[in-house]
């Protein structure tokens, strides 16, 4: 009888507080995906990369290839951390990682590759924020691609 009360129980709080999981189920299959596109290339990274350049170097290849993993540890830690407050922490704060911080992260993230990737690259394809990358990072070469 005590063994049955107890899955009842389990059952009640998983169904109870699903919700509180699901970015945890989406950073599982962000990185069930970004993972297998390493193992079957071309990498995630490389094929958003190709929508605006359709011609990628060697070395921006495996840049993206390095891209693509480091937003896989990104996934792991956020779906980590998600699920470990989905379990442990308060409402509050479970809401305010999920809510706000782990985007103003991923933002982070996605804003300093897309800084550095300019900085080392020095590739302009005609995006708005060209003419301002532009000015910080000029052109290695005189065609400015």
């Not at 800084?115 to 302009?124: E, P």
């Not at 000015?135 to 400015?144: A, C, K, L, M, T």
Request: proline share 5%; net charge positive; with cysteine.
């Amino acid at each position: 009888m005590y063994l049955g009360l107890s899955w009842f129980d389990t059952k009640d709080w998983v169904f109870a507080n699903f919700f509180l999981f699901v970015p945890s189920l989406i950073n599982f299959a962000l990185l069930t995906v970004f993972l297998n596109s390493i193992f079957s290339p071309p990498a995630i990274a490389e094929k958003f990369a190709r929508v605006l350049v359709k011609d990628l170097r060697e070395e921006e290849i495996r840049y993206c290839r390095k891209v693509t993993l480091v937003w896989c540890v990104f996934f792991v830690g956020n779906g980590s951390l998600a699920t470990g407050l989905a379990v442990y922490a308060s409402l509050e704060v479970w809401t305010a990682y999920n809510g706000i911080i782990a985007y103003c992260l991923m933002g982070t993230l996605f804003i300093s590759e897309f800084l550095y990737r300019h900085w080392r690259f020095r590739r302009y394809v005609g995006t708005p924020f060209d003419p301002f990358l532009r000015r910080i990072f000029p052109p290695v070469n005189s065609d400015g691609c």
